[in-house]
Structure formats: structure tokens, C-alpha cells
């Protein structure tokens, strides 16, 4: 039987110890969002980061600024953020507008607040395996993997995708808890006998449903990261009709493979849960320097 890697399960477990930790701080436990524009996606999911912030009693401020803004206005807003005491983690909801440097502007958060775990620092941490903010969704995948007890080392691990934000980060994390990776972009000849070799299949490649039966082997454990809005046939219901699915093709895939995450509700809810973590352990490096 095909095991459910379930991500609403597991966070609502792990909540209630963050709530409880959150509540015995001396301080509100507090996160700067950084918007540029109001792209109806990134105000989806600064909603979602909103709503667990109030579950678990901490705080967001929600700094919305517009398109047009200078990117030295923006640096400036963040080195208020840096400054103040009362905020323990900032990020930047991204995608930014493509007249702004995402790069350059990342680089101005003080690594100790770099929740998103973003910042050159943070990325040369996790590439000496040494302790850093990971980026939430590396941390909530592995999160799930022990909460499941799957074991990672000397296993082959196949990720698809090498973004900044998830695939780079999903393979190093993989690859310093002892597995063996291989990652997969569009310039790979031969991703199904990639991936058809893999005890371990991560996929966060942006492309509905690509991983069809054909990629996948029996026995395998299979994270799909992929949050791809499938519009409706019907244009005037679209609203109604929307539907979120994965970069892998549940149907095809979970009657093969021994475990996989399903989207909604696999990886998602993981990387939520992951960037609060990121939170408080930024606010007890912060209180213990
Ligand atoms: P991205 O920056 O667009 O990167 C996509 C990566 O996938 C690239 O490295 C690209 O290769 C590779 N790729 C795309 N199509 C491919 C194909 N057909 N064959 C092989 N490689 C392919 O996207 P991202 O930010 O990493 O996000 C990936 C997905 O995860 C998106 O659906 C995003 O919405 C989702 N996501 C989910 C969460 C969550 O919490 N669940 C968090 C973040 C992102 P090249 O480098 O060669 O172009």
C-alpha cells in the first residue's frame, strides 16, 4: 500500500509545539513580509503565512510597497527592518517586478533575520552543512522524511528542478544528511532513466503533472513540490474552477510507488510550518548574542 506523506498532518502535529514555545517567549515573536506590487499569488500565500502566524501567536507585518518603487527605496525599508529590535525575521514575498534586482536585494537582510534563508551567508551554511535559516521548503520536506521515518543516507535521491529557492537547496540539504544526489534540469537528455533510478524522487519543476507512470519505479518515495493553477475550460467559471495540482501526475503515480506527498496538502503546508521554525530560531540567536 502506497503511504500518504501526508503535510497537514505532520504540521498540525508539530504546531502545537511551536505555539507553545512561541507563548514562552519574553517577546511577541514577530515576521517582516516585504511585498513589491500585489500579484493575486504572492497575496495567497502571504495570507496563508498570516493565518499560521495567528495560530501559533506571532505577528506579521505586512509592508506592501509599490511597483514603481526605487531599489534603494527598497534597501532602505529593509535596513529599517534590520534595525528593529521588535522584528526577529524579514523576507521577501518574491516574485519581485523585473526591474528590481531579487538578488541584490536579498543580500541587505542580516542573515540572522534571513528567515527564507536566502543571503549568501545562509547559503554558504547549508553548503559547509554547517547551522543556518535553510530555506522552508529543503527544511519541510526533511521534516517530513523524519516524521515518516524514511532514511536518507547512502540513498539515491533524484530532484528536478535546481532553482535557487527550492531545488539547490532541497538537493545540498539531501546530500548533507548522507544521501547520494543527482538534479535534474531541462538540459538533462535522459530524466526518466534519471529518475527511474531513484529510492528518493523530488520534483519542483513548475510543470503540471509531468512525472507520469513512465518516470517512476515501484518502491519509491515521491515528493512533488509543484503548486501549478490548472485553469478552467470555462472561462467565465474560471474563479470557480480553479484547481491546484502538482508536477506530478497523482493518479498515474501513487498506485506505483511505496510513498509520495500529494498537492494540496503534501509539501505546502511543510514549507508554512518550516519558515516559522526559521522564525523562532532566528529570534533565539538574535536574544542570545
Ligand atoms: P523555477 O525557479 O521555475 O525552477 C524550475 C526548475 O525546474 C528549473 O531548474 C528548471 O530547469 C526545471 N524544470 C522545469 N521544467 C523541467 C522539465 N520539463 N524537465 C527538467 N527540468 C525542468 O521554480 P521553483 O521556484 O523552483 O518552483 C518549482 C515549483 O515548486 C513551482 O511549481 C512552484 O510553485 C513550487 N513551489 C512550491 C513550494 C511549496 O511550498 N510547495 C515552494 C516553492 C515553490 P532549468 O534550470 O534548466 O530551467
Redo the contacts with the bound molecule.
Keep these: 500500500m502506497t503511504t500518504l506523506l501526508d503535510g497537514k498532518i505532520v504540521r498540525d502535529s508539530m504546531m502545537g509545539e511551536l505555539k507553545n514555545k512561541t507563548s514562552d517567549l519574553e517577546k511577541k515573536l514577530k515576521l517582516a513580509i516585504l511585498q513589491v506590487g500585489d500579484k493575486e499569488e504572492s497575496n495567497t500565500y502571504i495570507e496563508q503565512k498570516k493565518l499560521f502566524a495567528e495560530k501559533i501567536g506571532a505577528e506579521v507585518l505586512h509592508i506592501r510597497l509599490t511597483e514603481d518603487i526605487a531599489e534603494e527605496e527598497v534597501y532602505a525599508e529593509i535596513q529599517k527592518l534590520n534595525s528593529d529590535t521588535s522584528v526577529h525575521g524579514i523576507i521577501i514575498q518574491l516574485p519581485l517586478p523585473e526591474n528590481l534586482d531579487k538578488n541584490l536585494i536579498i543580500q541587505n537582510i542580516d542573515p540572522i533575520k534571513d528567515v527564507d534563508g536566502l543571503t549568501s551567508v545562509n547559503t554558504k551554511l547549508l553548503w559547509n552543512n554547517e547551522k543556518g535559516h535553510v530555506p ?2 529543503a527544511r ?1 520536506i526533511l521534516t517530513l522524511f523524519d516524521y515518516y521515518k524514511i532514511p536518507i543516507k547512502g540513498r539515491r535521491v533524484v530532484v ?8 539547490k537547496p532541497v538537493a545540498l540539504s539531501f546530500l548533507n544528511r548522507g544521501a547520494i544526489v543527482i538534479v ?5 537528455s535522459s ?1 526518466m532513466s534519471e529518475t527511474k533510478q531513484a529510492d528518493i524522487l523530488v520534483v ?4 503540471p503533472e ?1 512525472i507520469t507512470k513512465d518516470f517512476v519505479r515501484e518502491g519509491q518515495v515521491v515528493v512533488d ?4 493553477v490548472k485553469k478552467s475550460e470555462h472561462q467565465s467559471e474560471e474563479i470557480l474552477h480553479k484547481k491546484v495540482v ?2 506530478v501526475n497523482f493518479a498515474e503515480v501513487s498506485p506505483i510507488v511505496s510513498a509520495i506527498s500529494p ?1 494540496p496538502g ?3 503546508p ?3 510550518l518550516s519558515l516559522f521554525q526559521n522564525l523562532l530560531d532566528a529570534y533565539m540567536m538574535i536574544e542570545e548574542k
Design positions: 522552508a521548503t519541510g528536478v528542478g535546481r532553482s535557487q529557492l527550492v531545488g535534474c534540469h531541462r538540459g538533462t530524466i519542483a519543476a513548475g510543470n509531468f513540490v509543484g503548486i501549478n502538482g508536477d498537492v503534501g509539501v505546502g511543510m514549507t508554512v
